[in-house]
């Protein structure tokens, strides 16, 4: 008859091979488990929460005082246009370039992006959001809900900046919308025209009046009993 304990004992020291990869594995992954969450720990520390949340809180401040000076300046006939004919290094280091506005160099060179490039005047709207979101991060509490407050800033940012470059089409008033409105409305006016252009954002408005404030129009409607 054959021996059986041999066979006993190669297959106790499988199981126990088995243990020991399984253990290996499963302390591999612990440590991937732990290295991932050493890597991106630091999003959640508080204290680097606070100091996002101060930065945020003063830069959001940076930016409403530059903005309001270059629309300022714009006006007056004083605006500096650094991006147009200036490089972005230059702009960092060279001292020689002088600029106007209340945030010096800097500031002219991000109002003439998000202002003359970008958005119009409705770029406020950034400063707004970054406020909003620094304060919640650095005192724990919520002027506004910073996502609502993202979300509505986002869709204005886009339809005032349409709508200002609708009104305003011409110089000097044209800044309200930016380039990026000026853009977007020739090419509605070339699509739809400008009835459309009009009736397209009266659309998105009530679109989102509706969504967000349960909108309804009134007229032609009867109230029930017990409806304010």
């Known amino acids: 008859m054959p021996i059986k304990t041999n066979q006993l004992k190669k297959s106790d020291t499988a199981t126990n091979n088995g243990k020991s990869r399984s253990s290996v594995k499963k302390n591999k992954q612990k440590r991937n488990g732990r290295k991932s969450v050493s890597a991106f720990g630091f999003f959640r520390d508080e204290k680097f929460q606070r100091i ?49 506005n209340w945030g010096g160099r800097l500031g002219a060179a991000l109002s003439g992006l998000f202002i003359k490039r970008g958005f119009g005047a409705p770029s406020l709207l950034i400063g707004l959001f970054l406020f909003v979101w620094g304060y919640r991060l650095l005192f724990r509490r919520q002027v506004l809900p910073v996502w609502k407050t993202f979300r509505w800033s986002f869709v204005a940012l886009l339809w005032f900046s349409v709508a200002f470059a609708l009104v305003f089409n011409h110089a000097p008033l044209n800044i309200l919308g930016g380039i990026f ?48």
């Open 181 to 228: 409105g000026h853009e977007i409305n020739n090419y509605l006016d070339g699509f739809i025209g400008p009835p459309g252009t009009i009736f397209l954002l009266v659309f998105v408005l009530v679109v989102f009046m509706i969504i967000n404030f349960n909108f309804r129009f009134g007229f032609g409607r009867k109230k029930e009993a017990g409806e304010p």
């Open 52 to 100: 996002t949340g101060f930065s945020f809180v003063l830069l959001s401040f940076y930016l409403l005082i530059s903005f309001i000076s270059y629309l300022i300046n714009w006006f007056t006939g004083g605006s500096d246009d650094l991006f147009t004919a200036t490089a972005f290094r230059d702009i960092l280091f060279d001292d020689s370039i002088t600029a106007n």
